[in-house]
C-alpha cells in the first residue's frame, strides 16, 4: 500500500509536467490562424498637403497615408507611424530605425544606392512658383541667377542646385517654403507640383501662381532599408490594391482625377561610381564646413556685440529708481527667457513680415537681419541679468565713497563700479558667449547656412550622416574650447592682483 503513495505522486506530477508542456507548445506554436501581424515603424512628415498632413482632429491623413494603410490591409500587416523631417528619413532607413517610411518620395538612383524602393506608386513632378504679377519668370531657364526657396533634401532642391548662378534658399519644410515666396524673400520655389497647386487651391493663395510645363518626370516609391524583409509584402499589398480599384478610388478623392498609368519599374543608366571612404567624404564637405564655420562666427560675433550693448543698457535699467523703466526691463528679460529661442526666431522670421502685410505694410527682413535681431534680443535678455547681478555684486560703500570724492552718478559708474562688476562678470558672460556660439545653429531652421546647416546639406545629398555630423560636432567643440580659453585668458589679463604682479616684476627687472 505504502508503494502506491509516491507511484501516484509520480502520476500527477508527470501529469502536470506533460500539460504545461502542451500548454507550453501551444503557445509557441499556435495551430489556430491567431499568428501576430507584423508591425511597421513608417516614418512620416505630415506637412505635405496633399500627401501627407495633419486632419481636423490632429489624426494623420492625405493620399499617402490613405494609400500605405490600404496596402498594410491588403497584405495583412499592421502600421506604427512615427513623424520624422524628411531629410532625416533616409538616414533612419539607413539605420533601420524604421522599417519605410512614406513621404511623396521619388524614386532616384542616388536614393536607390542607400535604400531600396516599392513598385512606384505615383506621377509627379517638379514645377516652379513664382508671384503672381511676376511676367519675367517662364521656364526654368529664365531662373538664372535668382532667388530660389526649396525645402532640404528633395529632388527640387537637387534641380535648383544645377541652375547656373541661382541663389538657393533651402527650408526644413514645404509650407515654410511657400511662405518665403508668399513673403516676396525669394524670386521663385522649386517644389512638387501636386503639392503647390494643393496649397494654392486650399488657402486660396492668389498671391502667386505656378508656371504650368512641368520639370520633371518623377515617381513616387515607398522606402525601405535595404534588403528589408518588408519590402516584398508592400509590393504585393501595392499590386492587390492598383488592380482591385482601391488604388483609382483614392486617386479620385485627393486629385479629383482619373488615375494615370504606373509603371512597374523606374530604371535609371548605371551608373558606376563607388562607395567613398570616411576620410574622402569629410575631406570632400571640408570646403563647405568650413565656409559655414565663418557664417557661425560672423554671426556669434555680431549678435554678441549687439547684445552686449542691449544686454547692458537693460541691465542697467532693470535698477533704475523709475518704476515704469523697471517693470519693462523685466517684462523684457521674462518674454525673451522665458520663450524658446527657436519660437522667437519663427516670429521674427516669418511672423513679422506676414504681420505687416496682413497691416497692408510690405516689410521683409533678410535671415542675416532675422537671424541676428533674433539671436541679441536673446542674449541680451541674459546679459541683462549677469550685468545686473555684476552690478549688485559692489559693496554699496564703494559707490558712498566714490560720491563722497565728489564723483556723480554716471561717473561712479564708469569708473568705479562697471569696472569691478566687469570682471565679475566675465564668466558669466563667457558661458554666455558659448551658448550663443551653439545656438546660431538654430537659425538654420530659416535656411541660414551656418556650421549646422552647411552639415545638413551636405548628408541630404551624400546620406552619409554620421561622419557629417561627427565631423560638425568636432568642429564646435574646436570652437567652444578655444572661445573658453581666450575668456580665462581675459580674465587673467584683468585680474589687478597679476596685474600688479606683472608691474613689480617689471621694476624688479629694472
Ligand atoms: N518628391 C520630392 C522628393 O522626393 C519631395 C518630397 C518631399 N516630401 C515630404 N514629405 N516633405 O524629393
Known amino acids: ?11 500527477r506530477s508527470l501529469m502536470f509536467c506533460l500539460s504545461s508542456l502542451l500548454i507550453l507548445c501551444l503557445s509557441v506554436f499556435p495551430t489556430s490562424p491567431t499568428k501576430a501581424k507584423t508591425t511597421l515603424n513608417v516614418a512620416i512628415e505630415p506637412t505635405f498637403p496633399p500627401f501627407e498632413l495633419l486632419g481636423k482632429n490632429g489624426e494623420l491623413d492625405g493620399f499617402d497615408v490613405d494609400l500605405f494603410k490600404a496596402i498594410a490591409k491588403a497584405a495583412d500587416f499592421d502600421l506604427k507611424f512615427q513623424t520624422m523631417q524628411f531629410d532625416g528619413m533616409i538616414p533612419a532607413l539607413q539605420a533601420k530605425t524604421v522599417d519605410a517610411a512614406i513621404a511623396a518620395m521619388t524614386i532616384t538612383a542616388e536614393r536607390q544606392k542607400v535604400v531600396d524602393f516599392s513598385r512606384p506608386y505615383f506621377k509627379s513632378g517638379l514645377a516652379i512658383a513664382i508671384p503672381a504679377n ?3 519668370i517662364t521656364s526654368l531657364a529664365s531662373l538664372e ?7 532640404i533634401g528633395t529632388t527640387g532642391a537637387a534641380e535648383a542646385a544645377k541652375i547656373p548662378g541661382a541663389k538657393i534658399r533651402t527650408f526644413d519644410a514645404a509650407p515654410l517654403v511657400l511662405q518665403e515666396l508668399l513673403n516676396g524673400n525669394v524670386d521663385a520655389a522649386l517644389n512638387d507640383a501636386a503639392v503647390t497647386l494643393y496649397a494654392i487651391k486650399q488657402n486660396n493663395l492668389d498671391k502667386i501662381k505656378i508656371i504650368d510645363q512641368l520639370l520633371t518626370e518623377e515617381y513616387y516609391g515607398i522606402p525601405t532599408p535595404k534588403n528589408s524583409p518588408s519590402l516584398d509584402a508592400i509590393n504585393k499589398g501595392l499590386t492587390v490594391i492598383l488592380s482591385d480599384g482601391t488604388y483609382d478610388r483614392l486617386y479620385q478623392k485627393w486629385f479629383n482625377a482619373k488615375a494615370p498609368q504606373l509603371p512597374e519599374t523606374v530604371n535609371f543608366a548605371k551608373s558606376n561610381s563607388s562607395v567613398n571612404s570616411t576620410s574622402s567624404i569629410i575631406f570632400k564637405a571640408m570646403p563647405n564646413l568650413l565656409q559655414g564655420v565663418l557664417v557661425t562666427l560672423y554671426l556669434t560675433a555680431f549678435s554678441v556685440i549687439l547684445g552686449m550693448i542691449g ?5 542697467i535699467a532693470r535698477l533704475s529708481r523709475i518704476p515704469l523703466l523697471r517693470w519693462a526691463t523685466r517684462a523684457y528679460i521674462d518674454f525673451f527667457r522665458g520663450t524658446p529661442l527657436l519660437v522667437q526666431i519663427f516670429m521674427i522670421y516669418f511672423g ?12 521683409n527682413l533678410g535671415r542675416l537681419a532675422a537671424s541676428v535681431i533674433a539671436l541679441s534680443l536673446n542674449s541680451a535678455a541674459y546679459i541683462a541679468e549677469i550685468v545686473r547681478a555684476g552690478i549688485q555684486s559692489i559693496e554699496t560703500g564703494q559707490a558712498e565713497a566714490a560720491q563722497s570724492l565728489g564723483l556723480g552718478t554716471v561717473e561712479t559708474m564708469r569708473y568705479v563700479i562697471f ?5 565679475r562678470m566675465l564668466p558669466p558672460l563667457g558661458n554666455e558667449f558659448i551658448t550663443l556660439l551653439k545656438d546660431t545653429s538654430l537659425v538654420a531652421v530659416i535656411g541660414f547656412e551656418e556650421l549646422f546647416q552647411q552639415g545638413r546639406l551636405i548628408v541630404a545629398n551624400n546620406y552619409r550622416a554620421f561622419e557629417i555630423y561627427a565631423a560638425v560636432a568636432l568642429i564646435y567643440l574646436v570652437l567652444t574650447v578655444l572661445s573658453s580659453r581666450i575668456f580665462s585668458w581675459l580674465e587673467r589679463w ?13 621694476i624688479d627687472s629694472k
Do not use: C, T, W, Y
Open 311 to 315: 544686454g547692458s543698457l537693460i541691465g
Open 134 to 136: 511676376n511676367k519675367n
Open 1 to 11: 500500500m505504502h508503494r502506491l503513495i509516491p507511484s501516484r505522486r509520480l502520476r
Open 494 to 506: 584683468m585680474n589687478p592682483v597679476n596685474k600688479s604682479r606683472e608691474a613689480d616684476l617689471e
Open 352 to 363: 513679422l513680415p506676414a504681420l505687416m502685410q496682413g497691416f497692408g505694410i510690405n516689410f
Open 145 to 151: 541667377n535668382k532667388s530660389i526657396a526649396v525645402q
Open 419 to 423: 569696472p569691478q562688476a566687469l570682471r
